[in-house]
């Protein structure tokens, strides 16, 4: 009797301990009925992010290469004889290659009035960007710590200058530069970039050097630092994507920049924006030298922008993020 009660307490109890058939959680059909549906919502979640980032990549990819076209031409075009592009088009070179050649950058380079208008632009661009560059982290700085009598208004117009157009300024500098003998000289051109630069790189430079921890400048004046060494030694390596960024928008500006050289440059050695302005004149027959002469001009600014695209990158988002 007890024995067989205690067999069927054991046959009771089995299905307690064991695994397949008891109430243990998550086993039964209700359970993977539920399941089922979350794992297939969370796939098809991650199957539609992946689908939405390749369509934007794609996208993004053919943005590029729209955008890159008109600089592929030009490339394809400058690599072309004067005959071959009246002839047909660029694309011409893909069934085509033979059509290549370096002729036309050779003539180029010894075509007088295109190397002297590449020198003239080098003249022009490097100084207004350097005395921006200095007056501007000079002036950023003077700004944002020092303190001096109506430094607030003296930024504010500085600020007020942003608004006022190059145009409106170009007869009364020409009546001026022309009485002090400025006109048509390449230290002219310099000073109205300089001048038209200056109120963004303040502005600019100041906004960003605002944003340096005082105690770190107060730390440095008690170790001894005044006013140079803690612009030279703490605040221009702090700044320095800032700056680098600033130098880029200046560069870039100045060098392809026409209004203001064909007003004041010299005409006898303009730059090379003016230079290739005046063969278009003769387009017919200069075809050979204006397409390596715009695709030479295009890749100097491009080559500065991609040689300090890292401090440009550091310089804008240096405010985004606290």
């Known amino acids: 009797m007890t024995s067989s009660g205690q067999e069927r307490t054991g046959h009771g109890t089995a299905p307690e301990a064991g695994s397949g058939t008891g109430t243990t959680p998550g086993a039964g059909p209700g359970a993977g009925a539920v399941s089922a549906p979350g794992v297939a919502s969370r796939l098809a979640a991650r199957a539609a992010a992946r689908a939405a980032g390749g369509a934007v990549r794609v996208f993004l990819l053919l943005t590029a290469l729209f955008w890159l076209l008109p600089t592929v031409g030009l490339l394809l075009s400058s690599l072309r004889s004067s005959s071959d592009i009246a002839a047909s088009g660029w694309w011409r070179v893909f069934t085509a290659p033979a059509q290549l050649t370096t002729a036309n950058y050779a003539d180029l380079l010894a075509n007088g009035t295109i190397t002297r208008s590449l020198l003239s632009t080098v003249l022009i661009t490097v100084p207004a960007t350097l005395l921006v560059l200095v007056i501007g982290s000079l002036a950023g700085y003077a700004f944002a710590w020092l303190d001096f009598p109506g430094r607030d208004w003296w930024f504010l117009g500085v600020v007020a200058l942003l608004v006022v157009p190059v145009q409106v300024a170009l007869v009364p500098v020409s009546k001026l530069f022309g009485a002090v003998g400025l006109f048509e000289t390449t230290l002219g051109v310099v000073l109205f970039h300089t001048a038209f630069g200056l109120p963004f790189a303040v502005f600019l430079l100041r906004n960003f050097f605002a944003e340096i921890p005082r105690e770190l400048l107060e730390a440095a004046r008690l170790d001894g630092a005044g006013e140079v060494r803690l612009f030279t030694r703490v605040v221009l390596p702090l700044g320095g994507p800032a700056i680098a960024s600033l130098g880029i928008f200046q560069f870039l500006w100045v060098w392809n920049d026409m209004l203001i050289a064909l007003i004041f440059a010299d005409s006898q050695s303009p730059p090379i924006t003016v230079a290739l302005q005046q063969q278009v004149r ?22 500065v922008f991609f040689a300090f695209q890292r401090q440009f990158t550091a310089g804008v988002m240096a405010g985004a993020v606290k």
């Open 282 to 303: 003769q387009f017919g027959n200069n075809v050979d030298v204006l397409a390596p002469g715009a695709f030479l001009s295009m890749v100097v600014p491009l080559v």
